[in-house]
T-cell receptor, first 114, second 113 residues
Framework: AQSVTQPDIHITVSEGASLELRCNYS??????LFWYVQSPGQGLQLLLK??????LVQGIKGFEAEFKRSQSSFNLRKPSVHWSDAAEYFC????????????FGTGTQLKVEL | DTEVTQTPKHLVMGMTNKKSLKCEQH?????MYWYKQKAKKPPELMFV???????INESVPSRFSPECPNSSLLNLHLHALQPEDSALYLC????????????FGPGTRLLVL
């Protein structure tokens, strides 16, 4: 069965600093990969996704993620964090041909210091 | 338009009440989902409808009853809930192909007293 690990439960960065949120997955082949963001009491908003092709994916709000097959990772990055980026971030994987289920990581809570 | 709408935004109900949560999308998606999310946790899948047919039921108690009246609408009927069912209930939709991108609604915050 596939699994997703987000090793950092909480991360605090200063506004304007760079950000990297880690995501590792366990799956026999290349899965479909997603990053979602959730503000308090809100639904999940898709930041970006990777299905195939270029391993560096650009998303909304200035975020990007890089798929590294050798490390089974799909880390999310942003060069300069804004206070409004404070939220919960979830990495998720889907299994190509495996139905409609997504497996979510446990999430990383991002706090931004002004 | 990538919008999924959910009503109501908030719901308070007693353990003997019957209520329904509603979800709507107009993206032409043929797969729709119900998730339950507790605080500080990832969403947990409850049900999946594909082409208006229930395709996945994650062993959810029968006090939760899903319904998909048409390709745009998804309901979750609630009856005799327990306080531990208090959570954020999220609806999502996607193309019906495997592992397609899911688009989420804003959720319904449910409190069971």
């Amino acid at each position: 069965a596939q699994s997703v690990t987000q090793p950092d439960i909480h991360i605090t960065v200063s506004e304007g600093a760079s950000l990297e949120l880690r995501c590792n997955y366990s799956y026999g082949a290349t899965p479909y990969l997603f990053w979602y963001v959730q503000s308090p009491g809100q639904g999940l908003q898709l930041l970006l996704k990777y299905f195939s092709g270029d391993t560096l994916v650009q998303g909304i709000k200035g975020f990007e993620a890089e798929f590294k097959r050798s490390q089974s990772s799909f880390n999310l990055r942003k060069p300069s964090v804004h206070w409004s980026d404070a939220a919960e971030y979830f990495c998720a994987v889907g299994e190509p041909g495996g139905g409609n289920k997504l497996t979510f990581g446990t999430g990383t809570q991002l706090k931004v210091e002004l | 338009d990538t919008e999924v709408t959910q009503t109501p935004k908030h719901l308070v109900m007693g353990m003997t009440n019957k209520k329904s949560l509603k979800c709507e999308q107009h993206m032409g998606h043929r797969a729709m989902y119900w998730y339950k999310q507790k605080a500080k946790k990832p969403p947990e899948l409850m049900f999946v409808y594909s082409y208006e047919k229930l395709s996945i039921n994650e062993s959810v108690p029968s006090r939760f009853s899903p319904e998909c009246p048409n390709s745009s609408l998804l309901n979750l009927h609630l009856h005799a809930l327990q306080p531990e069912d208090s959570a954020l209930y999220l609806c999502a939709s996607s193309q019906a192909r495997s592992s397609e991108t899911q688009y989420f609604g804003p959720g319904t915050r449910l409190l069971v007293l």
